[in-house]
């Protein structure tokens, strides 16, 4: 199976593209992917809401690369989806965050995520707010 799926940057893989991505996860997550990288992709809010919920299906993902994203875009669809596997968040002082979340039989892993200008004022309080739902 696969374990890392890289769809970074160049063109990149955009609104459609993110959404034909997520049907495919949905039709069959794969078992063992751990890692997925969707920097600089420019995702839309629909786009990372269908990613989001796709991902949610992917329960050995342990590593979530969405640099280059505005975390006040559309990265927040996909922050809310993975929130509630979190066991534990952390803010790094570069605005990158951290999600702890028990991943698999091997125990608890940390699930990364890392945006472009990272959290600030605004992503601090719809994060506040997700943590809140």
């Given at each position: 199976?696969?374990?890392?799926l ?8 955009g609104?459609?593209?993110?959404r034909?991505?997520?049907?495919l ?7 063992l ?5 969707l ?7 629909g786009a ?11 329960t ?14 559309g990265?927040?669809?996909v922050l809310?989806a993975l929130?509630?596997r ?10 990158r965050?951290v999600?702890?979340?028990?991943v698999?039989?091997?125990?608890t892993s940390?699930?990364?995520?890392s ?19």
């Open positions: 199976g696969t374990s890392a890289a769809l970074s940057g160049g063109r990149g893989l609104p459609e593209g993110a034909r991505l997520a049907g996860l949905l039709e069959a997550p794969p078992p992917l751990a890692s997925v990288d920097s600089n992709n420019q995702l839309d809010a990372a809401t269908a990613v989001g919920t796709a991902l949610m299906a992917v050995s993902l342990t590593s979530l690369n969405i640099t280059g994203q505005d975390l006040g875009d990265v927040w669809p809310a929130l509630p979190a066991a534990a968040l952390q803010v790094l002082s570069d605005g965050m999600l702890v979340s028990g698999g039989a091997k125990g940390a699930l990364a995520l945006g472009g200008r990272g959290l600030g004022p605004e992503g601090a309080r719809r994060l506040a707010g997700l943590l809140l739902e």
